[in-house]
């Protein structure tokens, strides 16, 4: 089995879930926390549109609701069904790269897919780089 099916698969079963009638962009994410359990979460909108919650942000709050602290890696997925060939990357939003960053360490992946499988893969200090985290505050 690819390493990284199992994330893929919890991805896409929370992304077709995902409620996004106004921007009609379904994205589903998976983390593996560092137990090796997985957390999805999907996108949710809602009329006030910029106070939605991003598929990042719910499988983070999974995680944190298990008990676990620790992402040893991510995958995010999403397109719009209208366009599922769309050659485009869903790479987390800024906030989610940093809620990301609470959570991991510079050189965890973050795994980019389409509906035909992983697109690309950054490291977190990629998509982050120099970032500011929990030890500026120490």
């Not at 979460?41 to 676990?68: F, L, Q, R, W």
């Not at 890696?73 to 990301?100: F, K, S």
Request: with cysteine; hydrophobic share 40%.
């Amino acid at each position: 089995m690819d390493a990284l099916a199992d994330l893929f698969e919890a991805a896409r079963a929370v992304r077709e879930k995902a409620h996004a009638p106004y921007s009609r962009f379904k994205v589903g994410a998976a983390i593996r926390g560092r137990s090796g359990r997985i957390y999805a979460g999907c996108n949710v909108e809602n009329a006030a549109y910029p106070v939605g919650a991003c598929a990042e942000g719910g499988a983070i709050s999974a995680m944190v609701a298990d008990g676990e602290t620790g992402i040893a890696e991510i995958l995010v997925l999403g397109w719009t069904d209208a366009h599922p060939d769309a050659p485009g990357l869903t790479t987390p939003c800024g906030g989610c790269r940093q809620r990301i960053r609470e959570f991991a360490r510079p050189s965890t992946p973050i795994h980019v897919a389409g509906p035909e499988g992983i697109r690309r893969s950054f490291t977190l200090d990629e998509l982050l780089p120099e970032s500011f985290g929990p030890e500026n505050l120490g």
